[in-house]
């Protein structure tokens, strides 16, 4: 089927948009006219948007703007309500919508107040950052960039306000978007893992009241009280020493929300003779962020190192918003903040807020790890990524790579990448890990002079407090950095192997234990730590499966999916002989729960499969109750063994058994209060209710050693909804015709849930069936759901209003 779409003319004051568009062109932040979107003015653009199966859009242009308008057009069909909710997000609009208490996710782990996320978002992206991030980008990133606003707004056009998806038909909020739209979506993921994670402390910090400037600051030992990352991964590339035919094979498994910011999008671009590559990205941004071409294929893992660190600032005995620097006073910068809110009476009021700055960055809170503003301490970020505004411009020069050697060099040079690990492999056989993000120029003796006694338990923990009433613990510079204050990309861990680099989160210590990687800075990577049990078993896979110094011992493709999808549990593999033995010891004269979690325990086939009995649950419960005390381990940690320990319970020892006993209990104790029957299947539990579909969802939560992480949120009828976890998986495999590429996006490729691609891939992923994505032109003809558009557009005006 072929379809031909020709918009003409266009100008925002036309727009069949409920809402009066002030700013519909351009999505000013502070309500102002703009001329953002001024540039797009009788521009061409022209692309060609073939779909294959489960509605992939393979999408063809001559140049980045028409690529980037045909990349705009394509997502705005699938996800547009998605995008706009993101938009207002980002512009810190939300409130002035849907109230102050409203939530800024549909997902529940990234779920913030709209109160909180639109005073942080008009902070970080305000009109002056937004703009030098604009005029950073090169030519051809500018030219994608116009050309996805262009591609989005004429979708927006042709099917009017009226007749969008029921998430935002008709709604107030719904506009045109601009250039500086997509910089914010750029920079709210870029700061995810830094900024983000402490935003309520950006909002909720306040001097203290005049009559308490006496008190001191508060303990700030909380070494467990760190801010939570939202993102993690797996990611395996074999080399020809470890595959079936010699050639280079890569696995990458996100574990990323489910919902809004972090959904992936699956697409293949083209622009002939410049660029062929196909994979996934998030919304907003007009590249491939993990995929493949033809001679490469790549993924992500979310990184351990520090991409930020807090000042712990002396402050003036008269004033708090003073601070003392090399004997200096200074006094802390202050902006004022409004936004509008919607009242209980539908009423929109402006409230303000007043932030206060340092030459380090905001001054920000963090009560749980005792990080509070008093009358002589307060606490400032400086963030690596607030100043990155290369994300972009990283993955579009990756995309474009033509070897792996290319592939390096590019991350290398650019250091775009904000908070991941890249694990790549080749059609040659080449492996390639690289650690390459922007990272504080901080040398191990600078640390160690720096970081004052009371904090030194939150670097163990990856969390940097420098003293900040001395110059002398800035960051350093480098020459070679395309940034003030980082690591140049060229001095962070990079290996190539023959055989095998992998990744799990951990540091990048152990990307191939075979050629460890060592001495760097810990705010770059740590050694000698107790690694992931995800890690853990990867690493046990592939000893498993290739040996050692054996010939004829190699990967498939087959294998690869199966450690991705598998759903064993390595943490059972260590200690559920001991939790059986235990049970066997002492149930009788126990508690019944302790017996009915033995006996489905002793039934529990040790994975996360739809079809395991309820016995995987008990042990989630219980195991992640008892397994943070160190003294239940029968053999500790050992930094000189770090792949097989620790391991083994101290069953035998009346007070660890006491604590596994106890643990086990108010595991079956937790699933009966949620309903969950003695004798139900992980797949009657864990779930996604997609488009008034219940699906089973296999998988389990991290920390148990499982690769195909997937987290369920509570609901009222008993059910675990799935959230998080497995989101684009990838198996790519090459022979002499190129990337044989097998894929799941677990979600679906569209939100909307009147889409025909609303849940038919989560209907595969509960089945394992995964999906050859068509890459060669005569692939992607021959797909039997292939049908093909020609998006283009001649003499769009728009006015500003």
Known sequence: MTTSITIRTLQCAGFAVAAALVSACGGGSSGTASTNASANANATYAAEIRRTSFGIPHIKADDEASLGYGIGYAYAEDNFCLLANEILTVNGERSKHFGAEGSSSDSPILQKDNLTSDYFFRLVNDDETIAAAWQKQPAEVQALVKGYTAGVNDYLEKTGAANLPDACRNGAWVRAIGERDVMKLMRRAALANSSAAFMDGFVTARPPA??????????????????????????????????????GMLLGQPHLPWADTFRFYQLHLTIPGKLDVMGATLPGLPIVGIGFTRNFAWSHTTDTSAHYTLYALRLDDKNPTRYMVDGQAIDMTRKTVSIDVKGADGKVVRQSREFYGTRFGPVVVFPEAGLEWSGTAAYAIRDANADNHRAIEQWY????????????????????????????????????????????????????????????????????????????????????????????????????????????NDSAWLANPAAPLTGFSPVVSRENTPQSMRTRFGLAELQSRLGTGQQGRRMTQQALQDMALGNRIYLAQLVMDDVLALCRRGGEDGPPEFAAGCNRLANWDRTADLDTNIGY??????????????????????????????????????????????????????????????????????????????????????????????????????????VSGTSYVQSVAFDDAGPRANALLAYSQSANPGSAHHADQTERFSRKQWIALPFSEAEIAADPGYRTMTVNRRNRTIKAQ
């Not at 508060?218 to 020809?240: C, D, E, F, I, Q």
């Not at 160690?448 to 939150?458: D, G, I, L």
Request: proline share 8%.
């Open 210 to 247: 005049p009559g308490k400037l006496a008190v001191s600051s508060a303990n700030p030992v909380a070494p467990k009280a760190l801010p939570r990352r939202v993102t993690a991964s797996n990611a395996l590339a074999l080399g020809r020493d470890a595959t079936d035919n010699g050639k």
């Open 397 to 504: 020069a990756m995309n474009r790579a033509t070897s792996l050697a290319e592939l390096q060099s590019v991350n290398a040079r650019v250091v775009g990448n904000p908070w991941n690990n890249t694990i790549a492999a080749d059609k040659d056989g080449n492996t390639l890990y690289m650690n390459v993000s922007p990272i504080p120029n901080l040398d191990e003796t600078k640390l160690a002079s720096c970081m004052p006694e009371p904090y030194r338990a939150h670097a163990d923990n990856g969390m940097f407090v420098l003293a900040g009433d001395t110059s002398r613990c800035d960051w350093d510079s480098d020459a070679q950095a395309p940034q003030q204050g980082i690591i140049a990309g060229s001095r962070l861990p990079t290996l190539a192997r023959n055989d095998y680099v992998h990744n799990s």
């Open 617 to 722: 649950l008990y042990f989630m419960g219980m195991m992640m109750r008892a397994m943070d005390n160190p003294a239940v381990w029968a053999v500790p940690f050992d930094p000189k063994d770090p792949r097989h320990t620790p391991r083994g319970l101290k069953h035998d020892e009346p007070a660890v058994a006491a604590i596994l006993r106890n643990a086990l209990v108010a595991a079956v104790q937790d699933a009966n209060r949620l309903g969950w029957s003695l004798d139900a299947r992980l797949g009657d539990i864990q779930v996604s209710h997609r488009g008034g579909k219940t699906i089973p969802v296999h998988g389990g939560i991290d920390g148990l050693g499982i690769y195909n992480v997937v987290i369920g949120h509570p609901m009222q009828d008993g059910t675990l909804e799935a």
